[in-house]
């Protein structure tokens, strides 16, 4: 079912954070054979940054709270690689951002997600997020 590593992207997180999403159960079920098959997982500090703001909106403290928690250990245990969006990075972002003239409606968090993608050699985003099929650097969505 899988095959190589894999970006969750905000959309994915929120869809696994957020039990009324109605993608939690697909999402869920794809992150829970990620882990059992030992996939590497990626996100990034500016996913992160967006995920922990709209989790707080949409669950209880406790729920958010709890989820984010998790997040952190699976990161802890090297289950997620949070990749960090460095200067070098942002950098190269916003030239793809320049070079994109006619995608002007890509955020600047998707762009930096597509040079972690890119610099860590990763095809597969968990996200609904069309974007990242549409700039020519050979991505696909999942589940």
Request: proline residues 3%; glycine residues 6%; charged residues 30%.
């Amino acid at each position: 079912m899988v095959s190589g590593p894999v970006f969750i992207d905000t959309w994915g997180w929120i869809a696994l954070g957020h039990r009324k999403d109605p993608r939690h159960d697909e999402a869920a079920q794809y992150y829970r054979t990620l882990r059992s098959e030992g996939e590497r997982v990626y996100t990034s500090d500016y996913v992160l940054d967006e995920v922990i703001t709209l989790i707080f909106r949409r669950e209880s403290f406790d729920e958010a709270t709890r989820f984010v928690n998790g997040i952190i250990a699976a990161a802890r245990m090297g289950y997620i690689s949070v990749e960090r969006i460095t200067p070098e990075r942002f950098a190269a972002a916003w030239d793809l951002r320049v070079r994109l003239k006619d995608k002007v409606r890509i955020s600047f968090t998707d762009l930096t997600s597509m040079i972690v993608m890119r610099d860590c050699k990763v095809k597969h985003v968990l996200t609904e997020d069309r974007h990242f099929t549409q700039v020519g650097l050979g991505f696909q969505l999942v589940p």
